[in-house]
């Protein structure tokens, strides 16, 4: 049975090559699943002989208890994004001015999410998500059941690949078409729900939804003797994953934009959605170069294809209140389809943006995905009124409480001032528990607003009381013990999030993400934040008249306050941690000059975990350089550092120091 075991694996793995690499199938998809119920059949019987690599392993089945974090090795750093043939021009004569003219290679632009593949002796170890770009998150049991991603490459090799993974458009058509039949919410689009996919707890659920995959990056290309980003992407198609066949090298910008403009009449004719072309310096050692900047690599960038305008019918339009209790017009709209989403619903941002437009009732309007991401009405078509179209009136009242709504001063906005208003309250708890905020894994807006109302939450620190009511929770649909623990657990581990993520999740009004870091790593502790006034606020670099005004209002708040104290009273951290975690005395408001190969890390590394620390790089040596780290060959930056009297590090005293 082990020579039968072995010989299925074989056959099957070579018939997934075949397919998604070679694009050359070479048996029927009767005979697959032929094959395939067999070797499962046989697994079951002698799972002793059941190889690492079977392609069993892609119907899924591992169920984990939550994700964990993984430290990427090199950042997975964003690209810039130009918009338009300007932007593209403006671009290629940069690098130009820096390094003369160069060959690109043009890619189309996947619209999925990233990933990052590391595989050890050619075998599949570890999958992460981009996440921040310094921490993803570990999707390896569900990577594993996406058949384009091979577990075993054609060499015992130690290598990081890096790509897309991505739902085709009829894969997408398929698994709304089942959560049609469950009653389940559809997914808006493919990028959703490849997303939603592969943050799976149960990898058998990730193996159902048709998942795909293109490589484009090898981050360490130079190991293996590779010269050019091109060279690269055979590398990589030689070790079985699928690289797009669309890439093109092009010399000139005229075959660059030719290139661009053919992708932007076409992209509808390909099986999977993209949203532009990424254009990136094919020569490896120009590209080291060029550098980066603190985001990005100046040696890439994605064209973004112009928002696509649909046109449809305003069936009426109707208001919600958010959770400062703005109160929003937004859009019913009669069902179309919008760069691959079923568009239903957008935002009409506020009274003075319906009236500068006239927008009415019943008339036919243009729709647009602003960034590609946020449905947009634009523009209403006015020669296609017949009469029956309905004036815009704003609403005076809440639509929720009934309350009188109030036009702030300088302000487009109405806002609710009700204190109780449920949806302002509603909204705050959804907030409260969102990613960037507590990141209370567990909750959709429904659980909260169904936790609402059946009186579980009404404060944000009625989330840390829950485990009183955990009997109850039992009795409700969808909540087993796993569930309920897991949630449990994500909410007491929120406990140790850091001030920032606190006062963001607070909602304070124009406290956004940034604002809150600011304030965190100003103030230190949340008694200081409560201590201070307008006076000391507007003295703060970036923090305005607006942002000072409406602290000063929330501190002096007595729901505010009273908040705080039962949120200190269940044990919330109150500090800013990063002061703690990454600026070290060697590094803070240190300025740092690289210069040399550095062997251990790269340059873009080591800027980041400088910054971390609280300095900062700059390119040149000057009296006001601290220090200067040196790698081999350094050449005249050491000279000037040595001549200054300037603190030099090799790169062991920088790692050293780098880990305290």
Not at 155 to 163: A, L, N, S, T
Not at 480 to 504: C, D, M, P, R, V
Not at 583 to 608: C, H, I, P, Q
């Amino acid at each position: 049975m082990e020579n039968r075991i072995n010989e299925l694996t074989t056959i099957l793995n070579e018939a997934n090559y075949n397919y998604y690499v070679l694009d050359k199938p070479t048996i029927t998809d009767q005979e697959y699943d032929k094959y395939l119920r067999e070797l499962m059949d046989l697994e079951k019987k002698y799972p002793e002989f059941k190889k690492e690599d079977s392609p069993t392993v892609r119907v899924g089945g591992e169920v984990i208890d939550s994700f964990n974090k993984i430290v990427h090795q090199k950042p997975m750093l964003s690209l810039s994004n130009v918009f338009n043939e300007e932007e593209i021009i403006d671009f290629n004569n940069r690098v130009v001015k820096e390094v003369g003219n160069q060959e690109y290679v043009a890619e189309l632009k996947i619209d999925g999410l990233s990933v990052s593949l590391i595989y050890e002796q050619g075998k599949l170890v570890r999958a992460a998500t981009r996440g921040d770009g310094i921490t993803g998150e570990d999707i390896t049991h569900n990577v594993k059941t996406i058949k384009s991603i091979p577990l075993t490459l054609k060499e015992k090799i130690d290598i990081e690949v890096r790509g897309e993974i991505y739902m085709s458009k009829k894969s997408f058509e398929q698994v709304n078409e089942k959560r049609i039949e469950n009653g389940e919410e559809l997914f808006a689009n493919p990028r959703n729900a490849a997303a939603g996919s592969v943050r799976q707890l149960d990898s058998s659920i990730a193996a159902k939804r048709g998942l795909d995959s293109f490589l484009y990056h090898l981050p360490n290309a130079s190991d293996y003797s590779i010269t050019t980003h091109y060279e690269a992407l055979m590398f990589l198609k030689k070790l079985g994953f699928v690289v797009n066949p669309n890439i093109k090298k092009v010399k000139t910008i005229k075959e660059l934009l030719d290139y661009i403009d053919y992708w932007t009449e076409k992209r509808d004719t390909l099986p999977y959605e993209i949203d532009g072309i990424v254009i990136k310096v094919n020569d490896l050692k120009i590209q080291e170069k060029l550098g980066f900047t603190a985001k990005y690599p100046k040696w890439a960038t994605a064209y973004k294809f112009p928002a696509q305008l649909v046109l449809t019918r305003l069936k009426d339009i109707i208001f919600s209140v958010g959770r400062t209790g703005q109160v929003t017009p937004n859009a019913v709209l009669e069902p179309v389809i919008l760069m691959g989403s079923t568009i239903s619903a957008a935002t009409l941002h506020n009274e003075d943006y319906v009236r500068e437009n006239d927008f009415r009732i019943g008339d036919i309007v243009a729709i647009k995905k602003a960034g590609d991401v946020i449905p947009e009405v634009v523009k209403s078509i006015k020669e296609r009124r017949d009469g029956t179209e309905k004036p815009f009136y704003m609403t005076k009242v809440c639509p929720i409480c009934q309350s009188k709504l109030v036009r702030k001063e300088n302000e487009s906005a109405y806002y609710c001032v009700n204190l109780n208003c449920d949806a302002k309250r509603i909204e705050g708890l959804i907030h409260f528990v969102s990613r960037d905020a507590m990141n209370i894994d567990g909750f959709g807006d429904k659980i909260v607003e169904d936790f609402y109302n059946r009186g579980y939450l009404k404060y944000f620190s009625d989330y840390y009381l829950l485990f009183k009511v955990k009997q109850e929770l039992k009795e409700l649909e969808g909540f087993g013990e796993k569930s309920i623990s897991n949630l449990l657990n994500s909410i007491e581990e929120s406990k140790k999030k850091s001030l920032e993520n606190l006062l963001f999740a607070l909602g304070i009004r124009f406290v956004g993400k940034k604002t809150a870091k600011i304030l965190a790593s100003f103030y230190k502790n949340m008694d200081n934040l409560l201590n201070t006034n307008y006076e000391e606020l507007i003295t703060i670099p970036d923090i305005g008249d607006v942002i000072a005004k409406s602290v000063e209002d929330t501190i002096h708040n007595e729901e505010f306050l009273n908040e705080i104290e039962r949120l200190k009273s269940h044990g919330l951290n109150m500090d800013y941690l990063e002061n703690t975690i990454s600026v070290n005395e060697l590094f803070n408001e240190k300025t740092f000059v690289l210069t040399g190969s550095l062997t251990k890390l790269s340059r873009d590394v080591a800027s980041l975990e400088i910054e971390k620390r609280g300095g900062k790089t700059t390119s040149s040596v000057t009296k006001k350089t601290d220090i200067v780290v040196v790698g081999d060959k350094p050449g005249s930056k050491y000279d000037k550092a040595v001549s200054l009297g300037i603190t030099i590090w090799n790169e062991d005293e920088f790692i050293n120091n780098l880990n305290g």
